[in-house]
């Protein structure tokens, strides 16, 4: 079956550090990962995301490269802000499982002043 | 409108009550989600509808019944609950059901707790 793993958080760091959360994926078929941040007290929303190998997804400073030769769909920020603390969500869905999301565990970011 | 709505945004019920759960969308997707999210925790599908017909159930208990009336609504009706169903339900909605490109819009959730 399909699965997303994250890497584990909580991640801390100081503004305008550089940021990368890691994101591997299993699927059976030709995936498209997602980047959703779910801000406190909110739902998710997408960040970003890539339908397919060596595509970039770009958003808010925020990008990520599908990456099929190693499975994986890193996270990074230049530059993050403390409004950027959240929780960040890695997700795929492919077309065999019925177009349905694997989200990963989530990661935890905080941004100190 | 790239609006997913849910109403109430908090609820309280005891274990004997029946209440529901509502999400509307005016974007003209025709896939709708119902997730339940526990602290820490990212969302667990629980159902979808394509079409307005129910295409997925997660082998929800039956306390848990969708119903969705037309295009744009979604409710998910709660009756005879536990407290270990107390979470964040997420509603979401996607443009075409089955179509992996498509991206999830979810409403802000409703945070239920069972006493």
């Known amino acids: 079956g399909n699965s997303v793993t994250q890497m584990e958080g909580p991640v801390t760091l100081s503004e305008e550090a550089f940021l990368t959360i890691n994101c591997t994926y299993t699927?059976?078929?030709?995936?498209?990962l997602f980047w959703y941040v779910q801000y406190p007290g909110e739902g998710l929303q997408l960040l970003l995301k890539?339908?397919?190998?060596?595509d970039k997804g770009s958003n808010k400073g925020f990008e990520a490269t599908y990456r099929k030769e190693t499975t994986s769909f890193h996270l990074e920020k230049g530059s993050v802000q403390v409004s950027d603390s959240a929780v960040y969500f890695c997700?795929?869905?492919?077309?065999?499982?019925?177009?349905?999301?694997?989200f990963g565990d989530g990661t935890t970011l905080t941004v100190k002043p | 409108d790239t609006e997913v709505t849910q109403t109430p945004k908090h609820l309280v019920m005891g274990m004997t009550n029946k209440k529901s759960l509502k999400c509307e969308q005016h974007?003209?997707?025709?896939?709708m989600y119902w997730y339940k999210q526990k602290a820490k925790k990212p969302p667990e599908l629980m159902f979808v509808?394509?079409?307005?017909?129910?295409?997925i159930n997660e082998s929800v208990p039956s306390r848990f019944s969708p119903e969705c009336p037309n295009s744009s609504l979604l409710n998910l009706h709660l009756h005879a609950l536990q407290p270990e169903d107390s979470a964040l339900y997420l509603c979401?909605?996607?443009?075409?059901?089955?179509?992996?490109?498509?991206?999830?819009?979810f409403g802000p959730g409703t945070r239920l707790t069972v006493l």
């Open positions: 979401a909605s996607s443009q075409e059901p089955g179509l992996v490109s498509n991206e999830q819009f």
């Open positions: 699927a059976t078929g030709y995936p498209s």
């Open positions: 890539a339908t397919k190998a060596d």
């Open positions: 997700a795929l869905s492919d077309n065999t499982n019925a177009g349905k999301s694997t």
């Open positions: 974007m003209g997707h025709r896939a």
């Open positions: 509808y394509s079409y307005e017909k129910l295409s």
